[in-house]
């Protein structure tokens, strides 16, 4: 199964004290995630749905791969393709990236915990190609 998306992220982010008092809060655009860095990837497998922590993404049992700078099929240009397969019936696969926190991507850390807890109004737009959703669990 093979997946596209490009997901852009709108982050508010109030600098600090002075700029939080203005009308304009400090607005930290993070965009084209898909082909930033920081991607982490785990298996999940049935019946449990938890981590596997014995799988990895070349094994037979169940195998992954993430492959940024796609650009056929793509609505901007620029889209990640991501492959699932291996012999298990049934597994997932969870990609995930830290936008803002300690272990941020894109240079938002909350050493202070002081940025997370203020954060709202999120724009999460996605869009998925793939050529037979049959396959599909959920998108």
Not at 1 to 16: D, E, G, I, Q, W
Not at 123 to 134: D, G, I, W
Request: charged residues 5%; contains cysteine; glycine residues 6%.
């Amino acid at each position: 199964m093979k997946l596209y998306f490009t997901p852009p992220l709108l982050v508010a982010v109030l600098a600090s004290a002075a700029i939080a008092q203005t009308t304009s809060p400090y607005y930290k655009k993070c965009w084209n995630l898909q082909q930033q860095k920081g991607w982490s990837s785990y298996a999940l497998l049935s019946p449990s749905w938890g981590i596997c922590s014995t799988c990895s993404s070349t094994g037979s049992t169940v195998n992954w791969s993430r492959t940024p700078a796609v650009y056929s099929p793509s609505l901007t240009g620029s889209s990640a393709k991501h492959l699932i397969g291996g012999t298990h019936p049934y597994a997932d696969i969870l990609w995930n990236n830290h936008i803002v926190g300690s272990y941020s991507s894109q240079g938002l850390p909350d050493y202070n915990h002081t940025l997370v807890p203020n954060l709202h109004n999120f724009v999460y737009e996605v869009y998925f190609y793939a050529k037979n959703l049959s396959y599909s669990q959920a998108l």
